[in-house]
């Protein structure tokens, strides 16, 4: 169904984006998102797409599947709810600390070895929790840990070096960039730094739709199956209370999807429908209506996104608007807007 060979890089340009969302107040177009999005069929054709799918781009935290999936393959022993961890953009939630310190036990190491970024839980909740404990920025609650521990799992299991383990040359980081490869069908365009410290790889938003659909599309037992399942068996683990993906997941039978930062989405099917977005000032306000529209429009049942048609713009308390997906890509539209 998805050819393993690898294309060259795709180009490092401005992306030509087109208008995916528009902010409606009183029945009038008060502002306008911009992004890309494209919808791969059941054998990986290309059924739809909007803007610039093929300009190099940061899928952020999108590609954590893809870097669990490459852990995977490189020896790591985790299953179920600690996979999902280790593929996660955490809320900080108590649950994921413990899981990601139980990683770190399995590989004999503490929180100490960790080399992301000290931070406050994503979680906005959790934060002021937190906060209120007088409690400090710290690795451990940061977003990215569990795949930080994960990553020092790999390299402790194949006795690679833990203290230079973000580095690009590092095995790690050179065998997860060539899964990156594999998966996504193209070379990778650039290398730079992710916001936890991590290398952060550089594919097309067609390239990271395509990685969705090999991971959700692999046969049982595989590693790209065991993150799949670990991940919407598990949602919760893998992103958090409340989240946005978790509900989607539950919400639709069969479907994996996993969201990062600047408006970047990516979804699929196990049949291989897949879908990936990108919204170019990175808001959520639109990258979750704009991701449920690519799923009405690759197929899924409508009334399972309903929810997902985004937070109505309010006026004076009152909902007077929301944001709205361009007809191009919603012809029905999943909500209506004052």
């Known amino acids: 169904m998805y050819s393993s060979s690898v294309a060259d890089a795709p180009l490092i340009r401005e992306p030509l984006h087109a208008p995916v969302a528009h902010l409606v107040r009183g029945g009038l177009v008060e502002g306008v998102h911009y992004g890309s999005v494209v919808i791969l069929d059941t054998g990986g054709q290309v059924q739809f797409q909007l803007g610039d799918i093929e300009a190099a781009f940061y899928p952020r935290s999108a590609l954590k599947p893809v870097q669990a999936v490459a852990m995977v393959r490189a020896g790591l022993p985790l299953d179920g709810e600690l996979l999902a961890l280790a593929a996660a953009s955490h809320s900080g939630e108590e649950r994921h600390l413990a899981g990601t310190r139980r990683i770190l036990e399995l590989a004999g190491l503490t929180e100490d070895d960790l080399r992301n970024v000290r931070d406050l839980p994503f979680d906005p909740v959790v934060r002021d929790d937190w906060i209120r404990q007088g409690r400090l920025p710290s690795r451990l609650a940061q977003n990215c840990s569990g795949k930080h521990a994960a990553m020092l799992y790999v390299c402790r299991l194949n006795g690679w070096s ?77 992103s958090g209370s409340g989240r946005d993906v978790a509900a989607l997941m539950r919400a639709v039978p069969g479907l994996l ?15 291989g429908r897949a879908v990936a977005v990108k919204i170019a000032d990175g808001a959520d306000r639109a990258r979750v209506p704009v991701a449920a529209a690519a799923l009405a429009r690759a197929g899924v049942d409508p009334a399972a996104l309903a929810e997902f048609a985004g937070e109505p713009l309010l006026g004076g308390g009152e909902p007077v608007g929301c944001v709205r997906p361009v007809r191009a890509l919603d012809p029905v539209t999943l909500s209506a807007c004052a």
């Open 257 to 271: 999807t996993k969201d990062g930062f600047e408006g970047v989405q990516a979804a699929a099917l196990p049949d």
């Open 162 to 238: 833990p203290d230079d383990y973000l580095d690009p040359a590092h095995p790690l980081q050179q065998a997860i960039a060539e899964i990156v490869e594999d998966l996504t069908g193209q070379r990778i365009a650039q290398v730079t730094v992710d916001g936890c410290g991590a290398p952060l790889f550089s594919v097309s938003l067609h390239g990271l739709a395509r990685a969705s659909a090999r991971i959700t599309t692999a046969a049982p037992g595989t590693p790209e199956a065991r993150v799949a399942d670990a991940m919407r068996e598990h949602a919760e683990m893998a």
